[in-house]
């Protein structure tokens, strides 16, 4: 570049009118950056210099995306529009808002829940990121020398693609669903882990570490592979509320759980009211292995997720807790799948949640015992709590059993906040809402209490102060 | 004979004035007037149906149990148009028949917040720290024969009719209330915990001063409780009130015969 450009683009980023980083002289489709085609997904690969096999592998989904139809169940998606959404942007594209946009409610909620001052701007969309780089490059190090892999999907693809290339769409094949194949075409950030052979990784691994606007994209694809009897546990976002200015967001998670191993896998979801969270998630798990999805679904207009586990060989044991609160304007679509396709497997399955002023909370869950599975269990417990006479809670259980030697057990609650309940705590000198608060705590506390202990504090905090709203 | 008590003369302890109560638009409670001085313990017997536990329950603040007559004061203060937990934190405690259980609440942090709450402006009881506290609490469980484990649990969630009972006390030995309505102490529970639950009480009715009004159609309890005095109640009225006398007729012959023969 001449100086006189140098010096146009520096006034450009000073003032805020440069956007992506890209050439003045780029083509006016690829500038201008909204909605999808071939061309953004050969950009797309190229700028992340990916091996040839990534590219085809984008470009087939991408057909396959076109000509899947939208679900025709689950909640309203009616109102995405696939070309109005920014397919990629640079990791140090400028953040949507200013600080002193920030609704004032959610500066409240931050300053209650004790986040620190340095990741609120963040979380709140109006900084690109905060100081935990340090942190995560010195838990890096303590990984790396027992030959724990803990990186961005990017990363790990430019690093180890003899894994990735193994592992990589294994459990979820573009086809899967339109939003897989999305993801599939668009992928972008996520989290790439590999646990070897025997080892244990004491502390969660948390996506906190490594949060910053590209990590945590709208269509981040992650991949966990525990090998032979080791365990891992994975966590990803925060109770706190998170400010996405992309409102479509389509994730993939992939899980490898080998003989013997152990994953778990939590989530906090809190973004924020004009996003659609719709997430493809499954986990294959091999012989004597155990696979746990901890699911907390607090935010977001809509919410489709389903974290499902494949039970492929004997002994393989899966479970599911998922929490979902559904406050005003908020339809959380969430649920379980299960598959026992091996005899001498189980599965545990409970979902809570609860609604509130009109909001609406489904459980939508699918067991399936293919003819080969013997002597297998299943439990799944499903209870709503509806907070008042607004609200609404639904319950879409599927059982498709194919052999006859096992024991399914099935129990759904649907209750409201007992008055009885109410009073009894009331007359011991508890305030109307303090009882509330006992009692709504109270109903989530079984998932909660597995969380980790920092998290669970925050979270019994949120749901405190989303009571008082 | 209708007495007419005045307000101002026993200030101290609980006065009912001509209390009537309605529930679901049907009255069934009339005009009922008694008083109980601190540090005394009352029974209120009558058979089923008689409005014992309504009149418990609007006394308490029910939402659907209203006062629609009358006045109801305790140590001066009246309570008839507070909240529920405003006339806990007046001194005024209730022990249902059917404690709730209330999930995912664990007994001992409950029991713990039940202590702050009643420790914030009151002098004479002392705020303990939490080591303190889980003593204390330890020693409320085990003078009621309650196993410690319970304590670990969430409040009332699978425990025994006797064993809710029970709690309920440990909740009172906690917030030391001024007066404790205790509703129908016996049923769902056997003998031997009626026994261990009315000696009970009558040690924290000595040692706390704690007035009580226990609501019963049992009159076995009458022995083991040995209150100062009865009241019978029948379709939502008073009938009759009396001491030691007339609960040696009704161990004799059975409320039913004593109210009948008025």
């Not at chain 2, 009358?70 to 001194?91: C, D, M, N």
């Not at chain 2, 064993?163 to 440990?170: D, G, I, N, Q, T």
């Not at chain 2, 009938?239 to 012959?253: D, F, H, T, V, Y």
Request: glycine share 6%; net charge positive; aromatic share 8%.
């Amino acid at each position: 570049m001449d100086t006189k450009k140098i010096k146009k683009t520096a006034s450009a980023v000073k003032s805020g009118s440069y956007k992506l980083g890209f050439r003045t002289d780029v083509t006016p489709i690829f500038a201008a950056n909204f909605g999808l085609s071939r061309k953004v997904i050969e950009e797309i690969s190229k700028r992340k210099q990916e091996p040839l096999w990534m590219l085809e592998f984008r470009l087939k989904a991408y057909e396959i995306f076109l000509q899947k139809p939208m679900p025709s169940w689950g909640a309203d998606l009616s109102t995405i529009d696939f070309d109005a959404i920014q397919y990629y942007v640079q990791p140090d594209a400028q953040n949507s808002r200013q600080w002193k946009d920030v609704p004032q409610k959610i500066k409240d909620t931050f300053e209650k829940l004790g986040i620190p001052k340095a990741e609120r701007k963040f979380l709140a969309g109006a900084g690109s990121q905060f100081d935990s780089e340090v942190i995560y490059h010195s838990l890096k190090k303590t990984l790396e020398g027992k030959g724990i892999i803990f990186e961005s999907m990017d990363d790990g693809l430019k690093k180890h693609p003899e894994i990735v290339k193994k592992y990589f769409s294994t459990v979820i094949p573009s086809t899967d669903n339109k939003f897989a194949a999305l993801n599939s075409a668009v992928w972008s950030g996520g989290t790439f882990i590999y646990v070897p052979k025997g080892v244990h990784v004491e502390l969660p691994l948390q996506a906190y570490f490594r949060i910053n606007t590209a990590a945590m994209g709208q269509f981040e694809r992650t991949l966990i592979i525990a090998d032979e009897e080791s365990s891992v546990h994975y966590v990803e976002g925060c109770s706190a509320p998170t400010y996405s200015k992309d409102s479509l967001h389509a994730a993939v998670v992939e899980i490898i759980v080998h003989k013997n191993a152990r994953v778990q896998y939590t989530t906090i979801q809190n973004w924020s009211s004009n996003v659609y969270n719709l997430v493809t998630k499954r986990a294959v798990a091999y012989r004597d292995a155990e696979m746990f999805w901890l699911d907390c679904n607090l935010g977001s207009k809509i919410t489709m997720k389903y974290p499902c586990i494949i039970l492929r060989e004997e002994g393989a044991r899966g479970e599911v807790q998922s929490l979902a609160f559904a406050s005003a304007g908020q339809h959380q679509d969430a649920g379980a799948k299960v598959i026992h396709a091996a005899p001498h497997t189980s599965s545990k399955i409970q979902s809570r949640s609860l609604s509130k002023d009109g909001g609406r909370s489904t459980y939508r869950g699918l067991v399936r015992v293919l003819p080969q599975a013997h002597h297998v269990s299943v439990n799944v417990v499903c209870d709503a709590l509806l907070l008042d006479e607004k609200s609404r809670s639904d319950t879409y259980p599927t059982m498709n059993i194919q052999n006859s030697d096992v024991v399914i057990s099935h129990e759904a609650t649907v209750s409201k906040i007992g008055e009885e309940e109410l009073f009894y705590l009331q007359s011991r000198g508890l305030t109307q809402h303090e009882a509330l608060n006992a009692i709504v705590n109270g109903f989530a506390t079984p998932i909660i209490k597995q969380l980790p202990m920092e998290y669970a504090v925050e979270l019994n905090k949120l749901l405190t102060l989303e009571l008082t709203s | 004979m209708k007495k007419i008590v005045k307000v101002k003369k026993l200030s101290k302890g609980l006065v009912l004035q001509g209390v009537s109560v309605n529930v679901a638009g049907k009255q069934v409670v009339h005009d009922v007037t008694l008083s109980l001085n601190p540090g005394e313990v009352h029974v209120l017997m009558g058979p089923n149906g008689s409005g014992k536990s309504s009149l418990l329950y609007a006394l308490m603040g029910h939402p659907q149990y209203g006062i629609t007559k009358g006045t109801v004061s305790l140590g001066g203060t009246i309570l008839t148009k507070l909240p529920p937990e405003k006339r806990a934190h007046k001194g005024l405690f209730l022990g249902f028949q059917q404690p709730r259980e209330i999930q995912g609440l664990r007994t001992a942090a409950f029991l713990r917040s039940l202590h702050l709450l009643h420790s914030k402006n009151k002098t004479s009881k002392k705020q303990q720290n939490p080591l303190e506290f889980m003593k204390q609490a330890r020693e409320y469980m085990h003078a009621v024969n309650l196993d410690q484990d319970f304590l670990g649990r969430s409040l009332n969630e699978g425990f025994s009719g006797g064993e809710k009972k029970k709690m309920e006390l440990v909740q009172m030995m906690v917030i030391k209330p001024k007066l404790a309505l205790l509703d129908e102490i016996d049923s769902g529970v056997d003998m031997d915990a009626l026994k261990s639950i009315c000696a009970t009480i009558k040690i924290l009715q000595k040692k706390y001063k704690i007035g009580i009004l226990l609501v019963t159609h049992n009159p076995r309890v009458l022995s083991y409780i040995s209150p100062d005095y009865i009241h019978i109640m029948q379709d939502g009225t008073l009938r009759e009130s009396g001491g030691k006398k007339l609960a040696q007729r009704i161990e004799k012959e059975g409320f039913k015969k004593v109210v009948s023969s008025k």
